[in-house]
């Protein structure tokens, strides 16, 4: 088991290595470059997610389906993320990471605009779309759909159940001293009642939670730079200033080079927003829209709120809080350097901290039980649905009572190898995104276009 471990080991760092970076980063960068920085229509896209378009055709909203998405993006790694990324590559990495936002949101974008461009309707009506479809339908590529669709089928039941149960679980037992028995089963419980609404269900239940679980955060987190309000002007010079230059060890801080600072801000980031992996569009393809473009917009507004702002935050509040306190957190990472930080501030810390936590874990399970469902049914058919949605119950259970130390590298594999076949989208029908976004946005007629007509098949 030790040699399995490590060989698993092994290849989720070549998987994740600087080229598998350098890919998402500079997809990301062409994106944002073929698309004439679509970025700058941020406020627009933010104005259309609350916007109900009354015209178009989908199963649920398109708020609904930003708030699915960040339900499903906005976990662990937008806290424990971060703070691996500061303890490892210093306080320059938080730059990195909000930098691979800013960029991320071109293909965050571009993933929506194919996932409705190439989206079919099921027999029972029902909205089904994604990567899988985009590479079936528009670059003929079923074989790398069917290996999309695989990929993240089984990356769902790791990164998007039993890891983020098995966090909720620790995280309650610590601060609550509450078994992971009761609360597994409490959250199997609540689970199983969400999603065998289907995604209508989850989108009603993500529509209500993230707004609160993420307000809360970044209240909790403005609160807490205001306590440190000494510190922030100092922290935000350090991150900007090791971004680019080596930082010496010291201040509670770890030494650390340029590189390290740009490969672990960029890793962290990129596992933060998913832009590039392929997952949010699944659910975008959902959505009641008149045309591809439109929610496009709205999806791309999930990495502003994700990586921009929350990330942003958490870095602050982490890289002041260390240089308030350096001496008591010095040599920390990951899970307990956050605790650390947060418990530095009486009562509002740790609060802030629990209620993330196991908020963000909970949304991001309901988010990817959706994303997992429709790729069994892409590759078994409708039949799938049920014992999909038992079985994703059963494993919110197990990952809440048993060390998942494993299942977290196995499930990174399987992110990355979702990844590629949806690069080979994004960067195959660039062309295609670039029409879409001259035909609707460019051409200012955005709302009097319809869109196609969307095939039935037997799904």
């Not at 629990?354 to 399970?365: E, K, P, R």
């Not at 499930?411 to 076949?421: F, G, K, S």
Request: with cysteine; proline share 3%.
């Amino acid at each position: 088991m030790e040699c399995f471990v490590s060989i698993i080991s092994d290849i989720q760092a070549v998987v994740w290595g600087p080229i598998m970076l350098l890919l998402l980063f500079g997809t990301h960068v062409f994106l944002t470059i073929r698309t004439r920085v679509i970025q700058r229509y941020m406020f627009q896209g933010m104005k259309l997610s609350v916007t109900p378009d009354r015209e178009g055709e989908g199963d649920v909203s398109g708020f609904g389906a930003l708030a699915t998405a960040l339900a499903a993006t906005i976990g662990t790694g937008n806290i424990v993320g971060v703070a691996t990324a500061i303890a490892s590559g210093g306080p320059g990495a938080v730059f990195w990471v909000w930098l691979t936002g800013c960029f991320g949101i071109a293909s965050k974008y571009s993933e929506a605009v194919l996932a409705v461009k190439y989206r079919v309707k099921g027999k029972d009506g029902a909205m089904i779309g994604g990567p899988m479809y985009a590479l079936e339908r528009g670059l003929h590529l079923k074989w790398l759909g069917v290996l999309f669709a695989l990929f993240a089928g089984l990356a769902c039941f790791g990164i998007g159940n039993g890891t983020q149960s098995n966090s909720i679980s620790d995280m309650v037992n610590n601060t609550f001293g509450v078994s992971p028995h009761i609360t597994g089963l409490i959250i199997t419980i609540a689970t199983g009642v969400v999603i065998i609404g289907g995604i209508k269900s989850i989108a009603r239940v993500c529509e209500k939670l993230v707004p609160f679980m993420a307000g809360f955060y970044i209240i909790g987190c403005i609160l807490i730079l205001i306590l440190n309000r000494e510190f922030v002007g100092a922290a935000v010079k350090l991150i900007v200033t090791s971004a680019f230059t080596p930082h010496a060890a010291g201040g509670g801080f770890i030494g650390s080079t340029v590189m390290l600072a740009i490969r672990f801000g960029i890793a962290r980031g990129l596992f933060s927003n998913e832009a590039g992996l392929g997952s949010a569009p699944i659910v975008d393809a959902a959505a009641s829209t008149r045309n591809p473009v439109r929610q496009g917009l709205i999806a791309m507004t999930g990495v502003f709120w994700d990586t921009v702002i929350v990330c942003a935050l958490t870095g602050l509040v982490l890289v002041s809080s260390i240089m308030k306190n350096p001496e008591g957190m010095a040599g920390l990472s990951g899970g307990d350097l956050s605790s650390a930080a947060f418990a530095n501030i009486p009562v509002i810390g740790p609060i802030v901290l629990t209620v993330g936590l196991i908020t963000f874990a909970w949304s991001t399970i309901l988010g990817w039980s959706y994303y997992g469902e429709r790729c069994w049914v892409y590759l078994c058919g409708p039949k799938a649905i049920m014992p999909f949605r038992i079985i994703f119950t059963l494993v919110v259970l197990i990952g809440s009572v048993v060390s998942l130390d494993l299942i977290w590298n196995i499930a990174d594999i399987l992110n990355a190898l979702m990844a590629l076949p949806n690069l080979i989208a994004l960067l195959g029908l660039s062309g295609v995104v670039v029409a879409e976004t001259k035909k609707y946005l460019f051409s200012h007629n955005m709302e009097a276009w319809s869109e196609d007509e969307i095939p039935v098949v037997d799904r």
